[in-house]
């Protein structure tokens, strides 16, 4: 059986992928939002940002296989098919979903079983992060807040993240939506919430404190009264593929660490 030898990767985490399985010489073309390996930013040329890409460039690298990510790149993808190439779109939206994303990038490229120790990998440190969180003294309410204008939260990988590390997060019903005007919300539910813990990515921009602080009666917020405020990059938490849990679940757990030390060593679990 002969697999793709040229891959066009649409966003970042199939070129992770492709990378962490040792089969990155297949791949002839990226996203510019492509962060993750730092390497394949200098190796592989950009044809695609997220919602717009250059067909041209794409259908110039002669590819036999373009992978992308989100019903967002379903125009890209359209196009595509119109000129003939092969195209697999994935639309991860939990960890679940992502492992399987692994496994059949994996299946695609004839390496199923690098693609399933990769996961096993994956799947330990998601049960080491279970165990360390069961030893914590309570589960802090976690607010992770994704775009400020309007204010975006509770993206279900990020959620699922959260109870990982041993918190609870602050909007659970609002994870089962995969559109994010789905999970827009007023700053006022936020401080009707009273979450422990505050952590801020937003998409494509740094995070910026001082202007959680500053809005309307947030100062009554416990993440705010006590400093438990925090940024994770976007390329770390906003990108699902394996930095979800190599880097996004670390730096989440540290974060929830960081609170439960800090807790009276009378409180008790909840």
Request: glycine residues 6%; proline residues 6%; charged residues 20%.
């Amino acid at each position: 059986m002969r697999y793709p030898q040229r891959i066009v990767c649409l966003t970042t985490e199939p070129t992770e992928v492709l990378y962490l399985l040792g089969e990155q010489a297949r791949i002839v073309g990226i996203s510019g939002f492509t962060t993750r390996p730092a390497i394949a930013r200098k190796e592989k040329p950009k044809v695609a940002a997220f919602t717009s890409a250059k067909i041209d460039k794409i259908l110039a690298l002669n590819p036999d296989l373009v992978i992308g990510f989100s019903n967002l790149q379903a125009d890209i993808a359209a196009s595509l098919i119109r000129a003939g190439v092969e195209v697999h779109i994935f639309n991860q939206r939990s960890i679940a979903q992502m492992l399987s994303m692994v496994a059949s990038v994996g299946s695609l490229v004839g390496a199923s079983d690098k693609a399933a120790k990769l996961i096993e990998s994956l799947e330990f440190t998601i049960q080491q992060a279970r165990d360390t969180a069961s030893q914590l003294p309570a589960k802090p309410i976690v607010y992770f807040e994704e775009w400020n204008d309007p204010i975006i939260c509770s993206i279900k990988w990020a959620s699922e993240l959260i109870e990982m590390a041993g918190g609870k997060d602050c909007f659970p019903e609002l994870s089962q939506f995969h559109s994010a005007k789905d999970r827009t919300i007023q700053a006022s539910q936020v401080i009707e919430r009273q979450p422990d813990i505050i952590i801020g990515s937003w998409c494509g921009k740094k995070f910026q404190p001082e202007q959680v602080i500053n809005r309307d009666g947030w100062n009554t917020i416990p993440a705010v009264k006590n400093g438990f405020i925090f940024e994770i990059k976007s390329a770390d938490i906003l990108q699902p593929g394996p930095s979800l849990i190599t880097h996004g679940l670390k730096q989440v757990q540290s974060i929830i660490q960081q609170w439960a030390s800090a807790q009276p060593h009378h409180k008790q679990g909840n």
